[in-house]
């Protein structure tokens, strides 16, 4: 134990400590929902497309509502939001039931939810500066991404075995638990650290504050970039490797499943180095760097489509893409102020959002005239040039500024 609080200093705070564990609980009954409610649907409409609105309405979500929440994030009292937020989650993850009986209003519920989490999510990243000093930060983001990549391994198979046994109601009410254990442990959190600074303006005042910031912020608009760009590249590996698996590579559903475990274990063994062994908060540049590399093994993956390499590939891609996210979570929240962090963490959440819009019509064309693997070699040489000039600009900036405290 000893060991790891020296390399792990994110666990001497027991405050933190409570939050981390009662979040992960609550990633394991998130992904008992998610398999349960698309199993659900699907059993009653018989229909993918049904899923695919799901999917989309949870995209406009985040288009349409993330800055407005993300705002109220910076402007409410922030413990309050937390238990508010995640007690109604728990009336809505329990609402899902209703599904059952009607399936069609599966979105209206999953808007709802998607907003709600919309909310706590960028309010939960502005709590953590309060609760670990800076130089825990990494080690703190590295321990949840972790626990949550445990819960994402075993979460699935476990909800399909309960599934089986006691069906999708009694999934979604584990759900709803969970997030109401999230909100009893938010209430052990002292009334300072959940204390937004008065405010007299209003709230569209407030959103484009927080959009005015992260465009005169070098660091933020970087990262909403590079956000865009790594939604993208993943969009479009989750899409052209089903094809690559089943006629390319030959292998199968049964392979496609191994190499996205291959994929987790690679981002367990990441994070868990990087918060061992990085104690201070990672530079712009170093982050940018980051999230170049991880399109670098897809590049070999593409190439080479054996199920060895794409193994490789994947396992690797775990590590870089587990560790470039953490390190960016990092960053933004020890070099934004913290009545701005709601608004920043929302914006890149709208950025995820809109790096999906480019493979919704542009990804069918690319497939067709180069093939699955021509299509991800295509995207992952676009990340990488975009990447290094973002990498040039970030470097050349950094050394200005150095040269500038220097004179």
Known sequence: MTWLRRHYPALEH???LRLLGATALSSLGSQFTVLALSVAVFS???S???LAGIWAVRVASRLL?????????DRWDRRRTLVGGYLLSALLSASLVLVLLEPLLVYP???LIQTVEGLVSPTMAAVVPSLVPKEALVSANALRVVLTKVTASLGPALAGLLYGLVGPVWLFIFDALTFAGVAYAVLGLPPALGAAPSRGTSL????AEGLRFAVASRTVWMILLLSMLT???WRVVEIVMVPISLEVASIG???????YTSLTLGGVVGVATLGALKKGVPGLAWVVLLNTLLAVPMLLGATFPTFPVLLAVFFLSGILFDISGVATQSLLQAAVPKHLLGRVFSLVNVSLALGVLPVLGGLDPLVRALGPAGALEATALVVCAAGALLYIAAMVRGSRAEAKEEG
Do not use: D, I, K
Request: no cysteine; aromatic share 12%.
């Open 44 to 46: 009653a409409t018989g």
């Open 231 to 233: 939604s993208l590249f």
């Open 109 to 111: 519920l999953v808007f």
């Open 48 to 50: 993918v497309a049904s």
């Open 14 to 16: 027991p405050l933190y």
């Open 65 to 73: 509502l993330q800055p407005l929440t993300g705002a109220l994030a």
């Open 204 to 207: 569209w005042a407030e959103a």
């Open 253 to 259: 559903a049964a392979g496609l499943g191994l190499l």
